[in-house]
């Protein structure tokens, strides 16, 4: 559907009567000295004959001429509403409204890591993961003690291994044998460092997400097989609390006219 | 002959299956797209006999070709039975085949012409139901062999007879489409004088009213010689008639009302100097019978096809009000009412009809464009809370709506901190966050137009998570939005520095 086009008329000022704002301005579309780039004012659009606003409505003049015209709303277009898109970059997901939005963005976009770029399911679930894959000394005491925590909220048990864990977790909480446990802990790349790029490898998943409370994980991870230490993106770690974590790689190097969007693309993570 | 008390399906298409008459309308809409596209945008229109109106059913016709000449040979004759023959004739001219064998035949036309202008009152009726068969052809040799006849269809129309001049009418308007040539010859024939002069004499006929609208829309249709016609148009008395009939009348209905309408529209908007027209009342009597028709609608008498009428109504408004002076808006009380009306045509036909609902926002913005008085109208009726629910709605509505509201930001600054209160600000954060870009850019003017008035919007604005939204808009594809959420962060930024200093 195309939009109006507005046609300010030359004298409107006259006929507006609003001496603020000279609405010939707005279709010059000039800043001003102050860098104020806001200009609107009040618009009067004059429609021409052959203006696509008016296509629907001389279409039923015409079929009423024709003796085709019916009132009944069934042949109408059903009401759309304006949709929503997720504002992370390369995630093209559009919702037909607010709540909806928003149940995604919760869903998949919140609790990011900070040091992988990976996105969990929920806040605890990111802490164990920034323990389990972030924290040094984690992996120390993991050689002495039991240190893998179920995943289930509430079960608290520990285990001495991953796949002790993994297997607890499919015996005792009923998770599907079938279930993509694969994890290349081993090809992690250096822990510790912020702003270091971790190299691991994921492996793209098929498409049969499993949706398993809480193990399943949505990666938006930027790096994965692209070597992108080149670019040199340092990526910056808020101080503000996640869910206003709108991550903005800042380049040191270059300079650029606009700030850069995160890169974010889908591929499911094993867990 | 044709009338509109009642908009009903006509059997016409011999299509008695709702399903098939759907189908149909649909082919003949898309059609009628492509044609519009093509700047072809025409219709005929045809009329039933009596009985076929009376009965719903159409009559069959008879088998063309051989008829047509042998009842051509029996009317060359003459007698008394002149009446039967043409009566046979003007059924058997129904089909296309039949049409293109009348034409070929010698002396035919001639033949109708005599018929038409004879001594016989009756044979003339019939004779000028054949030429009206012909004119409804969407064949243009066919069509154009009625040329032969005009004249005298002109001349016919300042007479005392109705039945008969509603045909001419008819007739003559089918063949102002037919092609640049044909109506060239009919203006030179003077057919705008005529219809001037018919709707003088048969004024308070509201059939042939309808019937001299039709005609004079075909007319103001045409793309070519457009200005001639007009100012011809606007020479004569016609302007001030067509003012005078835009109510529907409770017995005959909305027929003649809705020709007039649509002919106003055409003259409005095919033309800029409308002092004439605005002159003549136009405005004010279009404004008028749109609030009287929201009164209808407001009460649940919503007529059948009123459609037809309030969206020409609102087109005249619309292209009207540029012209108009904003003092003379102000002082008449017709304009706050409208503004009432606007939004009750809104509600009504949001979901029947969307893109009525869309010229409905454009009028009402134009409207508050232009006179501060009716951004106040919107206030004081308590149309915020109606409009601001239809910030959600596509279709070319809420953007239209969102400007709505930022003329009464923008023209009634005043008015601004009971716009936050009705929850102007919320919706805002909601509507910042859409897909489409002209949502967004006007979110942002607004927002600045609200911010601008008092530190407790701000404050406002930032308890709602307003902060976090315009930094992520900072990522927007287009420069324009980026620049302005900037400058609004920044502006944001300075002040929450200035709290903390």
Redesign the interface.
């Known amino acids: 559907m195309s939009r109006p086009e507005f046609y300010p008329l030359d004298n409107i000022s006259a006929a507006s009567g609003n001496s603020e704002h000279d609405p010939t301005e707005a279709s010059r579309q000039q800043l001003p000295e102050d860098g104020n780039p806001f200009s609107f004012s009040p618009q009067i659009v004059r429609l021409h004959r052959e203006h696509d606003m008016f296509e629907d409505g001389d279409i039923h003049r015409h079929l009423y001429l024709q003796d085709l015209y019916t009132s009944e709303a069934e042949d109408r277009t059903t009401l759309s509403v304006s949709e929503f898109p997720c504002h992370i970059s390369g995630c093209s997901a559009l919702f037909s409204s607010l709540g909806e939005y928003e149940h995604h963005y919760n869903s998949l976009h919140r609790n990011v890591c900070s040091s992988c770029r990976r996105c969990l399911p929920s806040a605890r679930l990111l802490d164990i993961h920034i323990q389990e894959w972030h924290d040094s000394l984690f992996a120390v005491l993991a050689q002495k003690q039991d240190m893998y925590l179920c995943l289930v909220e509430g079960c608290g048990q520990k285990f001495r291994t991953e796949k002790q864990r993994k297997d607890h977790l499919i015996r005792i909480h009923k998770y599907p044998p079938d279930f993509r446990f694969d994890k290349l802990k081993k090809e992690r790349g250096n822990k510790g460092g912020r702003g270091q790029e971790q190299k691991v490898k994921v492996i793209e998943a098929v498409n049969d997400v499993c949706e398993s409370e809480g193990v399943c994980e949505v990666l938006c991870n930027p790096m994965s097989d692209q070597p992108e230490e080149e670019e040199s993106m340092e990526i910056c770690e808020k101080e503000a609390p996640l869910m206003e974590d709108m991550p903005s790689p800042v380049q040191d190097s270059e300079v650029n006219a606009l700030p850069l969007k995160p890169q974010y693309s889908s591929r499911l993570v094993l867990f | 002959m044709w009338r509109l008390n009642k ?1 009903h ?2 059997s ?2 011999h299509q008695h299956n709702i399903d098939e ?2 189908l ?3 082919e ?2 898309r059609a ?2 492509q044609a ?1 596209r093509d ?1 072809q ?1 025409v ?3 045809l009329l039933l006999y009596e009985e076929e109106e009376q009965t719903g059913v159409t009559m069959e016709t008879a088998s063309g070709e051989q008829d047509v000449v042998s009842l051509l040979l029996k009317l060359q004759r003459g007698g008394t039975e002149k009446e039967i023959h043409l009566k046979a004739l003007s059924k058997v001219l129904r089909e296309s085949s039949a049409q293109l064998s009348f034409i070929k035949q010698e002396n035919s036309m001639h033949l109708l012409v005599g018929l038409l202008t004879g001594s016989d009152a009756q044979c003339r009726l019939l004779a000028v139901r054949c030429l009206h068969e012909l004119s409804y052809s969407p064949n243009t040799s066919v069509a154009s062999a009625c040329m032969a006849a005009t004249p005298y269809l002109l001349t016919f129309l300042s007479g005392p007879t109705t039945k008969f001049t509603e045909t001419c009418l008819y007739t003559l308007g089918n063949l102002c489409p037919v092609s640049e040539a044909v109506k060239e010859k009919l203006l030179a024939q003077g057919i705008i004088p005529a219809l001037a002069s018919c709707m003088e004499n048969q004024r308070h006929n509201l059939a042939v009213v309808e019937a001299i609208g ?1 005609t004079l829309s075909q007319l103001l249709q045409a793309t070519g010689a457009i200005q001639k016609i007009i100012s011809m148009v606007m020479c004569s008395s016609l302007p001030t008639y067509l003012v005078s009939f835009l109510t529907p009348d409770s017995e005959f209905g909305l027929g003649a009302a ?1 020709e007039c309408a ?1 002919c106003l529209h ?1 003259l409005v ?2 033309s800029e100097d409308h002092q004439e027209l605005l002159a003549r009342g136009a405005l004010l009597h279009c404004s008028a019978e749109l609030v009287s028709l929201s009164g209808a609608v407001t009460q649940g008498h919503k007529e ?5 009428l309030v ?2 109504l609102l ?1 005249i408004v ?2 009207l ?7 003379d808006l102000d002082k008449n009380t017709v304009f706050t009412l409208l503004v009432d009306a606007l939004c009750v045509f809104l509600q009504a036909y ?7 609902a ?2 409905t926002a ?1 009028v009402l ?2 409207l ?3 006179s ?1 008085e009716c951004c106040s109208a919107v206030v004081t009726l308590n149309l915020v809370s109606p409009l601001i629910q239809l ?6 509505i ?3 709506v969102l ?1 709505i509201l ?2 009464i930001v ?2 009634k600054k005043e008015l601004c901190v009971q716009l936050v209160q009705l929850g102007l600000l919320s919706a805002l954060c ?2 910042l ?4 870009q ?2 967004v850019t ?1 979110s ?3 927002l ?2 609200l911010l601008l008035t008092s530190p407790q919007v701000k404050e406002e604005f930032l308890r709602e998570g307003g902060a ?1 939204i315009l ?2 808009i ?2 927007n594809d287009e420069g ?1 939005i ?3 959420a900037s ?1 609004l962060v920044d502006q944001l930024l300075l002040t929450q520095q200035q709290h903390t200093v």
């Open positions: 908009i399906h006509k016409r298409w008459l759907r149909r309308r649909r003949q809409e009628l797209r519009r700047r945008l219709s005929k229109r039709f809705i649509w055409y908007c095919s059948d096809g009123m459609e037809l969206c020409p087109r619309g292209n009000l540029p012209s108009c002076l904003v003092e949001l979901s029947s009809s969307p893109s009525l869309r010229e454009w913005n134009n508050t464009a232009h501060t910030l959600p709605v596509s279709h070319g809420n953007t239209m400007r930022a003329n923008s023209k909601s509507t966050k859409m897909a489409d002209e949502m006007l942002l003017d607004v600045y137009m976090s930094e992520i900072q990522y324009e980026r620049r302005k400058y």
